[in-house]
């Protein structure tokens, strides 16, 4: 997850306020991981069909 969601490019102002306190909080910290909250959640890939050097 961190290869795609770096810490350092998370825009809080399109997050939930939950999530955003929680993300610049506990992430920013150094304390927990996207792992720690987000244990066995998955998702569908972003359409990557435009990124140049994506497969």
């Avoid at 810490?7 to 927990?32: C, I, V, W």
């Avoid at 991981?33 to 497969?55: F, R, S, Y």
């Amino acid at each position: 997850c961190r290869n795609c969601h770096e810490f350092n490019y998370m825009d809080f102002s399109e997050q939930a306020p939950r999530s955003a306190n929680q993300h610049s909080t506990a992430l920013a910290s150094g304390d927990k991981t996207c792992v720690d909250c987000h244990k066995g959640i998955a998702h569908k890939l972003p359409d990557m069909k435009n990124v140049e050097g994506w497969q």
